[in-house]
T-cell receptor, first 116, second 111 residues
Framework: GAVVSQHPSRVICKSGTSVKIECRSL??????MFWYRQFPKQSLMLMAT?????????EQGVEKDKFLINHASLTLSTLTVTSAHPEDSSFYIC????????????FGPGTRLLVL | AQSVTQPDIHITVSEGASLELRCNYS??????LFWYVQSPGQGLQLLLK??????LVQGIKGFEAEFKRSQSSFNLRKPSVHWSDAAEYFC?????????FGQGTILTVHP
């Protein structure tokens, strides 16, 4: 399987600040990456699909101005939570899709965000 | 729209006992089906997947799953559970990149 890293693994911030989370594909190039959100004791909910060199595609109900996604290279996608509030506290997980026609997503270890 | 149902929120088994985790899906065409495992505070690890062919698929850590089209099911099994299998298990259905996850089943293993 593919190796995916996320940084930071855990972050605590004050309400109103912005937080950037990085997702890196370590052993292959990924034209497509995904960002999920997981609330405690709940399943993963897809937030957006990140495509290298183009704008991200957001799922219904996800504010694109609040959750900024940048996929500037084939190995790096970033999620920036802007003006974070306590309700944004969650576990954010990225995944990568290795190449065209491949259907298996490989997940990062996740980032725990706590907004005070 | 595609959907996944995992009827069991929490299952407890004794170490060495057999295990079956249920998964039912709704999808308009032939689905791609996955089982992932998540340890506390960690990301998801792929256990196995079904795309086509043999309906009984083998995965890592001694897990297997069987695709039954007539029942729209993709149940996960393991003949003998180890204490290290305690985790949360997610079934997912998807095609052309988009995955939909079930609610997850938490597995507790008693010694």
């Amino acid at each position: 399987g593919a190796v995916v890293s996320q940084h930071p693994s855990r972050v605590i911030c004050k309400s109103g600040t912005s937080v950037k989370i990085e997702c890196r594909s370590l052993d292959f190039q990924a034209t497509t990456m995904f960002w999920y959100r997981q609330f405690p004791k709940q399943s993963l909910m897809l937030m957006a699909t990140s495509n290298e060199g183009s704008k991200a595609t957001y799922e219904q109900g996800v504010e694109k101005d609040k959750f900024l996604i940048n996929h500037a290279s084939l190995t790096l996608s970033t999620l920036t939570v802007t003006s974070a509030h306590p309700e944004d506290s969650s576990f954010y997980i990225c995944s990568v899709l290795p190449g065209q026609g491949k259907e298996t997503q490989y997940f990062g270890p996740g980032t725990r965000l706590l907004v005070l | 729209a595609q959907s996944v149902t995992q009827p069991d929120i929490h299952i407890t088994v004794s170490e060495g006992a057999s295990l079956e985790l249920r998964c039912n899906y709704s999808y308009g065409a032939t689905p791609y089906l996955f089982w992932y495992v998540q340890s506390p505070g960690q990301g998801l690890q792929l256990l196995l997947k079904y795309f086509s062919g043999d309906t009984l698929v083998q995965g890592i850590k001694g897990f297997e799953a069987e695709f039954k089209r007539s029942q729209s099911s993709f149940n996960l099994r393991k003949p003998s559970v180890h204490w290290s299998d305690a985790a949360e298990y997610f079934c997912a259905v998807g095609a052309y990149e988009k995955l939909t996850f079930g609610q997850g089943t938490i597995l507790t293993v008693h010694p």
